[in-house]
Structures are given as C-alpha cells and as structure tokens.
C-alpha cells in the first residue's frame, strides 16, 4: 500500500480564494482524520469520519472550514474564504482503530494564505 | 486548554547518551498513549504506545514509561543515534480514542556527535 497520499504538498493562496486539500486513506481503513499543525497549537484534531461519516467536527475553528468524504477512499478539506491565519500544515491519517492501534498519516500539505 | 503538554520545545542530546523526552496529561479518561516521531516535511509515523493498565512498555531502544499517579508518561531512548533527531509527540486517547488522539505540542530532539 502506498500509504496515505494528500495532495496537493504544498499551496500558495491569496485571502478570500477558496482552497481544497485532499486525501486518499489506506484501503481498508474505516476511520479518517484531519489534523492541523501549527507552531502555537500543535497537532489539532479538525474533524474525524467514520465509514465515511463525519463523527465529530468540533475541531473545525469556523464555518470557512467544511469537509466531506464521498467514498472510502477520498476526502477533502474546504477552505472558503481563506484568511492568512489559515497558514498551517494540514495532515491527513487514517486508522483501522479510532486511537488504540495509532494512526498513518499523510506526508501533509503545508498551505501559505497572502 | 492544553490537555496533553509536553513543555521542552527542544533537548539536546549527545550520541551514545540516553534522550529523556517528558509528556504530561490532565485528563484522567485518557487511557492509552502513544509517541510519534516526525522528521521534516514528513508526517509523523507511530513510535510506541502504552496501555494505563501498565507501567512501562519496551521496544528495542524505545521504552515508555506512564505514571498514572503523577499523569506523567516519559520516552526512553537508549542509546541516541544520529537518525533520532526528529520532533516527538506525545498523544493520548480516552474511551478507546471516542474523541481522537490528543496531541503535545511536540519536542524537538537533536542529537550531537
């Protein structure tokens, strides 16, 4: 398995663009997440899904922020409109477990809002 | 609020030496915790985990250490090589990972020669 692929690695944005960040999870994984890094918080925990429903979105910090996961094997992060404070890198992961067997994440897409 | 901290950004550790890296938590559901290293422009990969039920889990020179009492969870590393210098994170889940993995902030180990 290729492991969990996100594209695009890396984004330059304007403000007030709209940008989607995407995923592919490993085959076979039920549960996918989106996390954001950041120098100031760390790893924050965006939104989860489960058998491609979302389960907990409480991490997602505004109404800009939305996504969605139309199959097993894809998902997207929408941010609409962008704002600088939005410049992060955003990792994908996906697990066979929700937090026993721990995560494999993406390699990240590291997104620049001017 | 920071639910799991890890509070040195970085540590210094000379190859050959044993690397100390310290995580705290402040909730009391979590029951399972796990380290991730992540080298730059990588995502981070699993390291160890360590279930509440004990007290220190081992795996080659990675050993994990949890003092529920104290909510205090270390990473052993013996001896550092030049290939661990990554940043650590430490996370943590509760009800079986109900709420996801929490993460620190991360410590950034560098190891000299």
């Known amino acids: 398995d290729a492991g969990v692929i996100q594209s695009p690695r890396h984004e330059v944005t304007e403000m007030g663009q709209e940008v989607t960040l995407r995923c592919k999870p490993i085959s076979g994984h039920d549960y996918l997440f989106w996390y954001r890094q950041t120098m100031m918080r760390g790893l924050e925990l965006l939104i989860y899904?489960?058998?491609?429903?979302?389960?907990?979105d409480s991490g997602m910090p505004e109404d800009r922020f939305s996504a969605k996961m139309p199959n097993a094997s894809f998902s997207t992060l929408k941010i609409q409109p962008s704002e600088p404070r939005d410049s992060a890198v955003y990792f994908c992961?996906?697990?066979?477990?929700?937090?026993?067997?721990?995560?494999?994440f993406g390699s990240g897409t590291r997104l620049t809002v001017v | 609020d920071q639910q799991v901290k890890q509070n040195s950004p970085s540590l210094s550790v000379q190859e050959g030496r044993i690397s100390i890296l310290n995580c705290d938590y402040t909730?009391?559901?979590?029951?399972?915790f796990l380290w991730y290293k992540k080298y730059p422009a990588e995502g981070p990969t699993f390291l160890i985990s360590?279930?509440?039920?004990?007290d220190k889990n081992e795996d080659g020179r990675f050993t994990v250490f949890l003092n529920k009492s104290a909510k205090h969870l270390s990473l052993h590393i013996v001896p550092s090589q030049p290939g661990d210098s990554a940043v650590y994170f430490c996370?943590?889940?509760?009800?079986?990972?109900?709420?996801?993995?929490?993460f620190g902030k991360g410590t950034h180990l560098i190891i000299q020669p």
């Open positions: 360590i279930s509440s039920i004990k």
């Open positions: 996370a943590a889940s509760a009800w079986g990972g109900a709420d996801g993995l929490t």
């Open positions: 992961a996906s697990s066979s477990d929700r937090g026993g067997n721990g995560y494999t």
């Open positions: 909730n009391s559901m979590f029951d399972y």
């Open positions: 899904f489960n058998n491609n429903v979302p389960i907990d």
